[in-house]
């Protein structure tokens, strides 16, 4: 090892790959980070299509006053709430658990995951909505044949966005997750600090191998997709 590192390697190889690929923990924490993602993705994405839906097509009452709040909620940091979210699922029997952090990770996302599909729903047609109504349309019709083709790209750019946040997280899994066995990736990085030292070269090799699902979906959509907008992300 060399006292004083350099940017640019000397041997290339890929001893520390292999390590982190043939360590039974990667593939278990592979796994979790992989369900838990995904249930949270299809959740806040499709409650957020439905509760846009409700804001941005129907005059609901007091519907600025739900979004206001909805942005206010947005704006507290994940930490704030851990705590309280901590307390609540431990009582309902929630924590160490896929359903409990992916309902966790819904709370974290959602209010985002709303405001950014509203800006695409204030884009539909009016004129168009009316007149599949008087054609006799029904509301679940209107919603799956007409709303959902328009607004497919702000859903795909919402479950993107999803996805990185979800996918990146550790404080939250951190604190929910208890047994090993459950540990999503990010968690799992954090076992290469030890009180003996840091092994940094599978712990940037698992890195890298942590960040490819994020850019490979993220660069898929956005070639097989280029009309998506990812506000969200570019900035």
């Given amino acids: 090892m060399e006292s004083s590192p350099s940017l640019f390697t000397k041997h290339l190889s890929v001893e520390n790959f292999m390590r982190v690929l043939s ?17 949270a993705v299809v959740l806040s994405t499709a409650v957020s299509f439905l509760a846009c839906s409700a804001l941005v097509l129907y005059r609901l009452p007091h519907r600025r006053i739900l979004l206001f709040v909805i942005l206010v909620i947005q704006m507290i940091p994940a930490s704030v709430i851990l705590i309280p ?21 819904v709370a974290l996302t959602l209010p985002f995951s709303i405001w950014n599909l509203k800006g695409f729903f204030g884009l539909l047609p009016k004129v168009l909505i009316e007149s599949a109504r008087v054609e ?39 604190t929910f997750m208890k047994s090993q066995a459950n540990y999503t990736l990010p968690v799992w ?11 940094f070269g ?32 570019e900035k």
């Fill in 136 to 174: 006799g349309a029904s509301e679940w019709q209107i919603l799956t044949q007409i709303v959902f083709p328009l607004v497919s790209p702000g859903i795909i750019s919402t479950a993107v966005v999803t996805f990185i946040n979800a996918w990146n997280d550790y404080l939250i899994a951190y």
């Fill in 189 to 199: 990085l954090a076992s290469f600090t030890t009180p003996t030292g840091v092994d």
């Fill in 85 to 105: 979210q901590f307390i609540i699922f431990n009582r309902l029997g929630l924590l160490d658990s896929y359903a409990g952090l992916s309902i966790a990770y």
């Fill in 202 to 233: 599978a712990q940037m090799a698992a890195s890298v191998l942590f960040a490819c699902p994020v850019v490979i979906f993220f660069t898929t959509v956005r070639i097989a997709l280029p009309q998506v907008s990812f506000a969200g992300v």
């Fill in 23 to 39: 360590n039974p923990r990667f593939a278990i924490c592979l796994k979790n980070s992989v369900i838990v993602v995904a249930i």
